[in-house]
Nanobody, 125 residues
């Protein structure tokens, strides 16, 4: 079993930056693919970014490419989402997720075995 705890959300203005953290516990973190998703009110949960466990490759939604950066520190069992140039449309609850091993894709919620409780990000105009 893996427990994931997100932190770092908050209220910011458009153009500001935030860094979200996802602390993992329970099993060997370095073997897990890590993803970030978000869910705005009235909308489905959507993919934001992911990183695999083997070579550190990263994957991004088109809407955040060039603004967000996913990273991980296996020694600290923590994944990060650096969010720059935030826009009001980035407002959502952000969730981190983990998967044990390789699934062939990273973009869908069903790929992931474990989820955090979410952290709210609100971007004002």
């Amino acid at each position: 079993q893996v427990q994931l705890v997100e932190s770092g959300g908050g209220l910011v203005q458009a153009g500001d930056s935030l860094r979200l953290s996802c602390a993992a516990s329970g099993r060997t973190f370095r073997n897990y693919a890590m993803g970030w998703f978000r869910q705005a009110p009235g909308k489905e949960r959507e993919f934001v970014a992911a990183t695999n466990w083997s070579d550190g490759s990263t994957y991004y939604a088109d809407s955040v490419k060039g603004r967000f950066t996913i990273s991980r520190d296996n020694a600290k069992n923590t994944a990060y989402l650096q969010m720059n140039s935030l826009k009001p449309e980035d407002t959502a609850v952000y969730y981190c997720a983990a998967r044990d091993g390789y699934s062939g894709t990273y973009y869908y919620t069903w790929v992931y075995h474990y989820w955090g409780q979410g952290t709210q990000v609100t971007v004002s105009p």
